[in-house]
């Protein structure tokens, strides 16, 4: 099987080469975004293989289907970026729905344990030979309280690892768990408690119409004085402009974003050498309590490899089956385990 792979970096290559080559797949790399434009280069293969940033849309969807391509297989767990309506009856989504929640929580307990112990100051002193600690003092994080937004797979991991810390976790889900309900040091709350009594807030629920601008002007205002707020899920659960006012304002004591709103123009590239045209962006990486990493939490050799065998797996399940558990299926409007086959 032949598999046009598109918007490549060079760290996807290794582990989708080793799991293509064991599961018979071979792919071609391209570099560039699948798109309108770029579709053409799909031609003569079986599927494409394609990532957050493509635009599958319904005109992309009928090129690939008139040229032959049958399957889309998504290289990531979101799928906002592809019209399933449209696919429908024309062509297969499949799709990797977890590859390491430990890569998510641990980045976002990483920019946490950077932003209060300062280190992202630290580093850039030491190298220059400055070993003042003014400025450095941060805080210990035993005993204080971490508000979870979204206790799945990835919430209930950042949740361990804060137990880990001697933190006391209020949690708010719309589903709670009861295994974690039952734990010692975590107990389910209302958004708002968990708003009013959260020292840190850690976002881990998916965007989608009810959690957009989860966090905007009344969310801070509700907040503690001084909260630190974690997004390391989707840039849109928080208003961008609502922060940098509360950050102005001093009501936001600090800031670790993994994602932004208006990532899609500048994320994954390197726009050193442009003008920043994003005010807020700009304003945001400026401020010295801010920590920004460009959607990197994922990026990690094991989710990395994860995502590759998965990919190759589905594709292979599909051709050989007939079907694939990680289909997306608009009929039924299941992502997972619907009824393969009779649903397409
Ligand atoms: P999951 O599906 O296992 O857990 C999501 C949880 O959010 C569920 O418990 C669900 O009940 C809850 N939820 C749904 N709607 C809610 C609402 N309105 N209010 C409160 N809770 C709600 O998903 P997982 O794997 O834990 O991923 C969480 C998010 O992390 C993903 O949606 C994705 O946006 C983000 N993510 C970010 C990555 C990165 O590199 N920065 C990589 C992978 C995922």
Redesign the pocket.
Known sequence: MKFAFFDTKPYDKPAFEKYGKEYGIKFKFFETKLNEDTVGLAKGFDGVCAFVNDTVNENVIEHLHQMGVSVIALRC??FNNVDVKAAYGKIHVLRVP??S?Y??AE?AMALLLTSIRRIHKAYIRSKEFNFSLAGLTGFDLFGKTVGV????????VFIDICRGFGMNVLA????P?KELEAMENVRYTT?EQLLEKSDIISL?????E??YH?IDEEAVDKCKKGVILIN???GALVNADALLAGIKSRKIGAACL??YEEEAEWFFEDNSGHIMEDDTLARLISMPNVIVTS?????TEEALSNIAETTVKNISKHFKEGKCKNEICYRCGKVEDCNKGKCF
């Not at 708010?172 to 589903?175: G, L, M, R």
């Open positions: 767990a979101g977890a590859y929640p890569a998510v980045h937004v979204g206790t799945g797979r990835i919430g209930r708010y889900d719309k589903f768990s958004m881990h629920c998916p965007l989608t009810e959690t989860l390391t899920s989707r993994d994602v959607h990197q939490a994922f990026l």
